[in-house]
């Protein structure tokens, strides 16, 4: 798996504490398809409110080598 992929828990403004990392869920957002519809896709749903373009993995070949795919890692806390 490319390292773009793979979250750092280590960036500043997150907390370090191991409490707090059990208290977060993390959900991959993935998108493949042509790179035309990938980008159309990010941009529909930064326009949306959904998430800032930059937020999402650069572009990365996929499986179907007509294909691409980005990544977009979120986490949010847990409820009880």
Do not use: C, H
């Not at 409110?49 to 847990?78: C, E």
Request: without cysteine.
């Amino acid at each position: 798996m490319s390292q773009e992929f793979v979250p750092d828990d280590n960036l500043s403004g997150r907390p370090n504490s191991d409490s707090a990392i059990s208290e977060q869920e993390v959900v991959l957002l993935t998108v493949v398809g042509s790179p035309n519809g990938v980008r159309e896709t990010l941009l529909t749903l930064y326009r949306l409110g959904f998430a800032q373009v930059s937020d999402w993995s650069p572009v990365q070949r996929a499986a179907n080598p007509k294909q691409v795919m980005s990544v977009l890692i979120r986490r949010r806390s847990r409820k009880a």
